[in-house]
């Protein structure tokens, strides 16, 4: 008899190359989790937890940009940087956020983005179309969705995360790409975070406060 599936919190952003390798390989976690797509302004989380994402630092761009070249090279996954990165994501996430989208439809969104190598905001029309919506739909305006966007990623940072893809489960935060393997070991393991050690690097000190 299968064991009932643990629900669980993806929060991303479609500006994130790591989300995209993420969720290309989300299968890895399905057989386990009900994992429930859920979007947010990347911007604004790294703004709330005083964090900056590596395409705002010079030096770590390079660095960021073909680390995920290569990654994706070695996992087979299509890979193409959109035209300029960082970019404004405001509008894509909250039509997410008004369509309620599912996992196709966040996967075509990403895949616009990270397959295609586009930016939504040069081609709206295209990016509606890619997602399967009439290619005149207008960016979302709706006072509601925006504050759902808005309540989105303050629940990100109230569950812990600080950044994406962040995988919440069991009030645990997983955050990045390679936090998958460390998932699935916490499913084979569930008291890892009441295990000394975990527990013990958990309360360090900051020796420089």
Known sequence: MMSEKLPATLYYDIIS????????????????????????????????TDNKGPGEIAAKRPHTYQFCTWQAERLGIPFQFPQHHPF????????????????????????????????????????????????????????????????????????????????????HCFWGLDTIQWCLDYLDRPNMFEEPAYAFVSNIPNGLD
Not at 23 to 43: A, M, W
Not at 137 to 164: C, I, R, S
């Open 17 to 48: 190359p790591f989300s995209y390798l993420y969720i290309k390989q989300r299968q890895r976690l399905e057989h386990r989790l009900d994992i429930k797509p859920v979007p947010i302004l990347l911007g604004g989380l790294l703004r709330a």
């Open 88 to 171: 404004l994501t405001v509008a894509p996430q909250r039509l997410l956020v008004e369509q309620n989208a599912d996992w196709p439809m966040v996967e075509r969104a990403f895949d616009f983005v990270w397959m295609l190598g586009k930016d939504p905001n040069l081609d709206w029309e295209g990016f509606c179309s890619y997602l399967g919506l009439s290619a005149d739909t207008p960016t979302p305006q709706d006072p509601a969705v925006k504050a759902q966007l808005v309540a989105n990623t303050e629940q990100a940072k109230a569950e812990g995360a600080f950044g994406v893809p962040a995988l919440i489960l069991n009030q």
